[in-house]
Nanobody
């Protein structure tokens, strides 16, 4: 089992920045892909960014150039640096870990972009 604990987020002004963290504990040895997803009220959960154990990244078009995903394998932590935030980035952000046939999700953290 893997436990994921997210932190960061909160209220941010448009154009501002914030960083999300997701710390994993437990049996993390088989985790291969980590990712950030988001779900706004009434919408489907969508992928924001993913990163493999080897560091290969992918981003949704809506965040490309503004968000950066990174990981610290020694700390079993994945980060999402969010810059140039827009009101439409307002959502609950979820961390997801995949590997060894398992699929783990964090509890979600709210990011609200508003003046």
């Amino acid at each position: 089992q893997v436990q994921l604990v997210e932190s960061g987020g909160g209220l941010v002004q448009p154009g501002g920045s914030t960083r999300l963290s997701c710390a994993a504990s437990g049996s993390t040895g088989r985790i291969y892909v980590m990712g950030w997803y988001r779900q706004a009220n009434g919408n489907q959960r969508e992928v924001v960014a993913t990163i493999t154990k080897g560091g290969v990244t992918n981003y949704s078009d809506s965040v490309k150039g503004r968000f950066t995903i990174s990981r610290d394998n020694a700390k079993n932590t994945v980060y999402l640096q969010m810059n140039s935030l827009k009101p439409e980035d307002t959502s609950v952000y979820y961390c997801r870990h995949l590997g060894g046939g398992n699929d783990y999700w964090g509890q979600g953290t709210q990011v609200t972009v508003s003046s």
